[in-house]
């Protein structure tokens, strides 16, 4: 029987990424660095140099994620950390702050990957439910994720994706707080 390990990474975590993210650095070469940049940044930057901003992130001790592995192999990765650290955020029509919102408060959930011979195993569960503890930990008030809506069957959603779906968030305790854009939704989860 396999055996999941999820935690969160630390500077010594860069060799286990590589190799889950390789060849193609998930998503285009994004290296997770989507969120994190603003859209100039972004494009000035081409793959290889993303690929170094997240393992220069990841060598110093920034908090940008889980990683996941199955029997000591990388399977799963979610970006994750404080919303702030998440520049492109701020004009996200995915991720607008609901009145009242301390955006200082709430923890982001910006990408969800399993490798492909590991999803359907419950990896981006255990993945999803350590962000949680670690959000809880850091004492965030809430945790939000802007996942494709798959509640109907008859509405199409990008395969593509690495945004997770509604359904798996709300496996995990997420609420949708409301529909966003044509096939995505803004889910919650309060920590206090």
């Not at 990008?158 to 359904?167: A, L």
Request: glycine share 8%; proline share 7%.
């Amino acid at each position: 029987m396999s055996t999941f390990d999820v935690s969160v990474v630390g500077p010594e975590d860069w060799p286990a990424i590589s190799e889950l993210f390789e060849p193609k650095g998930p998503v285009e070469n994004c290296w997770c660095t989507y969120f994190r940049m603003t859209a100039k940044e972004r494009a000035a930057c081409d793959p290889a140099e993303r690929k170094d901003r997240l393992r220069d992130l990841v060598e110093a001790g920034e908090r940008v994620g889980i990683l996941g592995s199955v029997d000591g192999v990388p399977a799963g990765w979610i970006g994750v950390g404080p919303r702030q650290g998440f520049p492109r955020l701020r004009g996200s029509r995915a991720a607008k702050p609901l009145p009242g919102d301390d955006p200082e408060r709430i923890w982001s959930v910006v990408c969800l990957y399993v490798a492909r011979e590991h999803r359907g195993r419950g990896m981006a569960k255990a993945l999803i439910d350590r962000a949680v503890r670690w959000a809880r930990d850091e004492k965030a008030d809430a945790i939000e994720a802007y996942p494709e809506d798959d509640r109907d069957p008859v509405a199409g959603i990008d395969r593509s994706s690495f945004h997770g779906r509604v359904s798996t968030f709300e496996s995990c305790g997420f609420t949708v707080i409301e529909p966003r854009l044509q096939r995505r939704a803004l889910v919650r989860k309060d920590l206090r």
